[in-house]
């Protein structure tokens, strides 16, 4: 619709109360506070997720996808509990057209995650997928414009949190020491602010300076100047190449809309030097990124395989795609060996595209792709097409105007921004990905006409019982996350200013979530009429505590991690388990117990809950290969997978021959003998699997060629060390070659070889 339809459509006078409630009748008190609650939730789920940052769990951006999945939970209940309340549906015949894309865009995800082979693995970015979409249709179906208003406020409140922290971050640069945070100097002179990664904090710069400029136009205050000034400096430091061509994208096309759809009177005739000025701000960026770029080459390098790779698997499900959140799954069988060379590592995994676009097409297949597309263009043309003003608007509509430039721009850095980047994919940007495609919608939609019904009027008695249920649902859950929580920071020590810093805030932080979702929750199911908002209230409490359990998991998986770490194998397997029992969706973590018990491989069969036994007594081997086989359903190209269970299997057949040689009599060394054989012929399967995944790894080779030297085969040994040294298939780039030419470690082998050789007669090769 057009800025023009907009002013022109007629107004309806409406008492004070009925304008805080939209549509809501006066007397729906329930309906104005749950109204007021959604916006503020939203946008203190914006500020949380924004600057939070915690460091006693393995991935340090866990709390950030906690914080998202409970706050989705409480605004999808809260919204849930407004349309109980009001009796209106929030999809209507008006807003249906706006709404259209989200819908085929969560239908087709929905199609292709029903049709994908590897689904438990993939249940958490699903998931978290279908909560962005749930927060899309909110945001386009419930705010007003006075609600964006607000929400933006939220934003630049984590905006001047997080630019404040990338200054002391830069300053730690120059006067190492400054910043007394327990991460400091992790991403070394990089700054990543309180995001758990530079390009991350890039994202976060490029849609909130927009935002800020927005609000300058708006209100000429001179402190979002400095804003601006201090984003652009973390921008700057971050060395986020992509973020900085995203900057002057963004930063183009705020220009352009201002001027072309914006700019009025005798301040268009400085339209062309405008459009040219912006240009140049991309130009430099480019440059600037290019520079960097030949500098760095490694991390260009690294997107281009990663990118073949992708588009590998494109090619072979062009259609559906493999399924939303697959892309770890299946990408291993896919991945470069020059990503190995590169990392210089072998047990990371590449989760994502490092491409948005890319990756949709890959896991979502040409039609998830077209409709990806179809809604990302669908929003910002409905916000271009939208800013139009004549010489002297009205208040309302100017201030619309500006809204809805911040958030198109913002938006529009943040989808260039994804070309090279896999932020969208993480919460600090997915979260804002999902929320400016609701604000834009919301923005650009027509006022609502129909009002909403009565509340309907539930028995006393009922409505007693379902506060009362409510209420002691809450208070359990809320003191199921602390007791929780408090296992959590009993890790950490306050060994300095800054960990003591971020133990209190954390507690203040969590303390203060409860407190807000149970003052909400309360405030509404007493003020509404109907049980109905109890209810809806009250199965929302189970999944709190049940994706808080993905924070407390990751916990004591990094607890796990730690202990493995000091030696200490024994102490990490409960903390496993207990990571497995809370969230059964990371197989990871099965992998890991799985890996800590090859390693102690206590053969004594006893039953033992802590190391993963349900039903009946096991040992190490048995457990092990149980929880192997449980990874390789769910994720058949876990990183190191089949390198782990051939060591299990080479780890137990060593076992098995020392226990042959000590034999008591011939049978039991024939069946000890024949076990070993077993295991080992296991192992060499396992192992030459590992190279289909990981054609790079040494110590695969080295396995193998060590398996033909026991065997007594120098012929098969000779052939692991030629294909060792020779290259994975399709290298061939020297400076990687070089590295398996030159390695000391088969110089060893080698000679083991020759020796065997020269042992049964035959004539030791020449080097």
Request: net charge positive; aromatic share 12%; proline share 4%.
């Amino acid at each position: 619709m057009s800025a023009k339809k907009h002013s022109s459509a007629p107004k309806v006078r409406q008492p004070a109360a009925a304008k805080t409630a939209g549509t809501t009748a006066p007397a729906n008190r329930a309906a104005a506070f749950l109204r007021k609650a959604l916006v503020h939730a939203t946008g203190w789920l914006s500020v949380l997720v924004s600057v939070s940052f915690f460091t006693a769990t393995y991935d340090t951006a866990q709390v950030k996808l906690t914080l998202l999945h409970m706050g989705s939970v409480i605004l999808l209940a809260l919204w849930t509990a407004l349309k109980l309340s009001e009796r209106k549906s929030p999809f209507t015949r008006q807003n249906f057209p706006f709404l259209l894309p989200v819908f085929a865009y969560l239908a087709w995800n929905i199609f292709s995650f029903a049709l994908a082979p590897y689904k438990m693995e993939a249940a958490e970015e699903f998931i978290r997928l279908l909560m962005y979409g749930g927060i899309t249709l909110l945001a386009a179906c419930e705010f007003t414009r006075q609600d964006v208003k607000t929400l933006t406020k939220f934003i630049l409140a984590a905006a001047w949190i997080s630019f404040a922290y990338a200054l002391l971050q830069v300053l730690d640069g120059f006067f190492p020491g400054v910043d007394f945070m327990p991460w400091r100097g992790f991403f070394t002179r990089r700054i990543f602010s309180t995001h758990a990664n530079p390009n991350f904090f890039g994202a976060f710069v490029i849609f909130a300076s927009c935002l800020a400029g927005a609000q300058y136009l708006l209100t000429r205050k001179k402190s979002l100047l400095v804003l601006l000034a201090a984003g652009l400096v973390g921008l700057i430091f971050t060395e986020s190449k992509g973020a900085w061509v995203a900057y002057g994208a963004a930063l183009a096309c705020f220009a352009g809309l201002y001027t072309n759809r914006l700019l009025q009177g005798s301040a268009r005739k400085h339209l062309k030097k405008i459009n040219l000025a912006a240009l140049g701000v991309l130009v430099i960026a480019l440059a600037g990124a290019g520079f960097y770029a030949s500098k760095r080459f490694q991390s260009v390098s690294f997107r281009a395989f990663t990118w073949l790779s992708a588009w590998e698997m494109v090619q072979d499900s062009p259609v559906v795609g493999t399924g939303p959140g697959s892309f770890k799954i299946i990408y291993p069988a896919y991945r470069r060996p020059q990503i190995f060379y590169i990392e210089n590592s072998h047990n990371t995994e590449t989760q994502h595209a490092e491409n948005e676009y890319l990756e949709q097409w890959a896991t979502t297949g040409t039609i998830g792709l077209a409709i990806f597309l179809w809604l990302v263009l669908f929003v910002f043309i409905c916000a271009a097409r939208n800013l139009k003003t004549n010489e002297n608007p009205p208040e309302e509509l100017r201030e619309r105007n500006l809204l809805l430039l911040g958030y198109a721009s913002a938006f529009f850095g943040l989808m260039t921004h994804a070309c090279v980047d896999i932020s969208l994919r993480f919460a600090s940007s997915g979260l804002f990905f999902a929320l400016f495609c609701g604000v834009i919608l919301a923005l650009c939609r027509l006022p609502e006409n129909a009002a909403a019904k009565a509340e309907p009027v539930s028995p006393g008695w009922l409505n007693f019982l379902g506060r009362m249920l409510l209420l002691a649902a809450v208070l359990y859950g809320g003191w199921t996350v602390c007791t929780q929580f408090a296992e959590v920071t009993r890790a950490l020590r306050a060994g300095t200013p800054g960990e003591g810093l971020l133990i209190a805030v954390s507690w203040a932080v969590l303390s203060g979530c409860v407190l807000g979702t149970l003052y909400m929750y309360l405030r509404a199911a007493f003020l509404s009429r109907t049980v109905q908002v109890s209810l809806a209230l009250l199965v929302s409490v189970p999944l709190l505590v049940f994706f808080y359990g993905f924070f407390q998991a990751n916990h004591y998986y990094s607890l796990g991690v730690s202990l493995v770490s000091k030696g200490n194998p024994e102490g990490a397997v409960g903390y496993f388990t207990k990571a497995i029992d809370l969230n059964p969706l990371q197989t990871e973590y099965l992998q890991y117990r799985a890996n800590t018990l090859s390693s102690i491989l206590n053969l004594t069969t006893q039953f033992s809950s802590s190391r993963g036994d349900t039903d009946a007594p096991s040992n190490d081997y048995e457990r092990a290969l149980k929880d192997y086989a449980a990874v390789l359903k769910h994720a058949p190209n876990h990183v190191m997978i089949h390198q782990n269970i051939g060591q299990l299997y080479y780890t137990m057949a060593i076992r098995q021959s020392k226990s042959a040689a000590a034999a008591a009599n011939e049978t039991q060394y024939n069946e000890r003998s024949q076990s070993a054989r077993q295991n080992m012929e296991q192992a060499k399967r396992a192992f030459e699997r590992s190279l289909k995944l990981d054609p790079v790894n040494e110590s695969t080779y080295l396995f193998l060629a060590s398996i033909a030297l026991m065997e007594y085969n120098p012929e098969r040994a000779q052939y692991w060390v030629d294909a060792y040294r020779r290259g994975p298939e399709g290298v061939t780039e020297e400076n990687f070659l070089l590295q398996n030419r030159t390695n000391p470690r088969f110089d060893a082998v080698q000679k083991q070889i020759d020796a065997l050789r020269g042992s049964v007669g035959k004539k030791p090769s020449k080097k």
